[in-house]
């Protein structure tokens, strides 16, 4: 849903996208505005990773353009990099780390450097799990640690796949009320 009084942060003009031969969308087009929260749904195989892949900039489409804020993301690809916050299949979680030392080094590489990983691990219900390495924390649990980024990221833009995949019902409303607290302070 688009919000005609806020500036579009991500554009997707006529992006085609197709896998071994098969085409998983043609010419899609869409404006997303700072204060939206979009879901993309749909079966197995649709191309819903694929289409996140090519708005994170990770994948090129077979056709077409993702802007930010008007401009082609290959040619400002540092400064959407640093307004983009990106979760995939693959979270990003070291499973030799804790899980506190690897909220540590994500936030640290993303540039922060004030921070207390003890209170952000807390609000996504890792309290007694901070020095828990998180190849033996639950799927739900190593989740967490992968999403505790996005209570401290200052990005304008999150793309989630599948954020509440092995979540709790309790942390999917958590992670709900935390994405409408994004958009309403103009992220998407």
């Not at 299949?89 to 030799?96: F, I, M, N, P, S």
Request: glycine fraction near 8%.
């Amino acid at each position: 849903m688009a919000n005609i009084t806020t500036k579009t942060l991500v554009s997707a003009n006529k992006l085609t996208c197709i896998r071994e031969e098969r085409i998983l969308f043609d010419e899609l087009s869409f404006d997303i505005h700072a204060g939206d929260i979009v879901q993309i749904e749909g079966p197995n195989g649709a191309g819903k990773t694929s289409l996140l892949r090519i708005l994170a900039g990770l994948s090129r489409p077979y056709a077409g353009h993702t802007f930010y804020i008007d401009e082609d993301i290959n040619r400002c690809r540092d400064e959407y990099n640093q307004d983009l916050l990106y979760l995939g299949h693959l979270a990003g979680v070291k499973c030799e780390l804790t899980a506190e030392e690897n909220l540590n080094f994500n936030l640290r590489i993303s540039g922060y450097d004030d921070f207390d990983t003890t209170a952000i691990l807390a609000k996504v219900n890792l309290t007694g799990f901070e020095e828990a390495l998180a190849g033996h924390l639950s799927a739900g649990q190593h989740r967490r640690t992968a999403l505790s980024r996005l209570w401290h990221s200052n990005c304008k833009i999150w793309i989630l796949d599948e954020p509440f995949t092995a979540i709790d019902k309790k942390g999917v409303e958590e992670l709900e009320q935390l994405f409408i607290q994004h958009a309403d302070n103009g992220g998407a």
